[in-house]
């Protein structure tokens, strides 16, 4: 049986870590990394500078998704206005959009919930 008194705080420290903490100290990684820019070198040999900003587009490429899913979670395009060619743009809010969805379903509850039975899952 899962205990009480552990579930708590190790939920919400997962919870700290996943929305306040990670977000915070990738920001400032690369804001680090921006600040202390230095033309890249190997040896004796330094690249010009269009290979470093190369280097900043593949870094982006792989991060600026986070961004625009947030972006697309967070605001809504309401496209069903007749004749419209731009759509209308709803902000759904926070609370919406970090809320479980119904049909993620509840793996805990299905787990250690009641079993057709009537008992209770052991683990």
Same mark, same amino acid.
């Given at each position: #049986? ?14 700290m870590?996943?929305? %306040?903490?990670t977000?915070?100290?990738?920001? %400032?990684i ?7 820019? #230095? ?17 900043w ?5 792989s ?12 605001f ?9 060619? %731009?759509?209308?743009?709803?902000f759904?809010?926070? #609370? ?7 049909s993620?379903?509840n ?9 057709a ?5 052991q %683990?």
């Amino acid at each position: #049986q899962k205990s009480e008194w552990w579930y708590g705080p190790y939920r919400l420290y997962w919870n700290m870590m996943w929305r %306040v903490a990670t977000p915070i100290l990738l920001f %400032v990684i690369l804001l680090a990394s921006a600040v202390d820019f #230095q033309p890249l070198k190997y040896g004796g040999y330094e690249f010009p500078y269009w290979a470093g900003i190369i280097g900043w587009f593949i870094s982006f490429a792989s991060m600026i998704c986070i961004p625009i899913v947030f972006c697309l979670t967070v605001f809504e395009l309401d496209w069903s206005a007749e004749g419209a060619r %731009v759509p209308r743009i709803r902000f759904k809010g926070f #609370q919406e959009t970090l809320r479980p969805q119904e049909s993620w379903g509840n793996p805990e509850r299905e787990f250690y919930g009641n079993c057709a039975d009537g008992t209770t899952a052991q %683990v």
